[in-house]
């Protein structure tokens, strides 16, 4: 019985990958691709959280195709291009679009 169930299930989860072209909603990005990004970001979020000059609870990133996106608000210039700095050190990161504003 347990045997069929996960046959069942294997077979419906086929069905729902073979029908949806293995595409992850975020435009013609690919499954794998956007576990990929998901990695970067978490990276890059992570590396934040180890930094004691970068605000990471104010700073926002998102990644699409190794393309990582900042944005939020930072205390000086400095801290925006710590942040800069930071994402473009992460492995796999193709390029960095830093729409951090500074706050005065």
């Not at 072209?21 to 956007?34: L, P």
């Not at 890059?44 to 944005?71: C, M, P």
């Not at 925006?80 to 994402?87: G, L, P, T």
């Amino acid at each position: 019985m347990k045997y069929a169930r996960a046959i069942a299930f294997a077979a419906l989860a086929g069905i729902t990958i073979i029908g949806s072209g293995c595409s992850v909603g975020r435009g013609q990005q690919t499954a794998g691709s956007y576990v990929d990004d998901a990695a970067i970001t978490t990276s890059v979020k992570a590396k934040f959280a180890e930094d004691k000059t970068v605000s990471a609870t104010s700073l926002s990133v998102e990644t699409l195709n190794g393309t990582v996106q900042l944005s939020g608000f930072a205390k000086s210039t400095a801290e925006k291009m710590q942040a800069e700095n930071i994402a473009r050190g992460v492995n796999h990161v193709k390029s960095v679009r830093n729409d951090i504003v500074v706050r005065p």
